[in-house]
């Protein structure tokens, strides 16, 4: 079901450029052939913490079954796990 956190919000610029930021190369092959690009930015686990998601305790690793549903600039959408975005999984 979308929507469950207990504290949704919208994050200001302002708010992001105060976090620290981290940098990450990551590396694809596209119809361009393969490509190096370097992101630098907030990492998205912390932001989404600060909505208090809410996971099925009752169930064994509720935080695995957890998702995130993104839409970013230019309309691009992605579906990531909770677990892909962890700090111990960005690496």
Request: with cysteine.
């Amino acid at each position: 079901m979308p929507g469950q956190v207990d504290k949704p919000y919208t994050p200001a610029l302002a708010d992001l450029r105060s976090r620290p930021q981290i940098s990450v190369t990551v590396e694809c092959i596209s119809a361009k052939g393969l490509q190096k690009h370097t992101y630098r930015g907030v990492p998205l686990h912390g932001v989404l913490q600060d909505a208090q998601p809410r996971f099925d305790d009752t169930r064994k690793n509720g935080q695995l079954r957890g998702l995130v549903a993104a839409t970013g600039g230019g309309d691009y959408r992605a579906v990531l796990g909770w677990a892909e975005l962890g700090p111990g999984c960005a690496k």
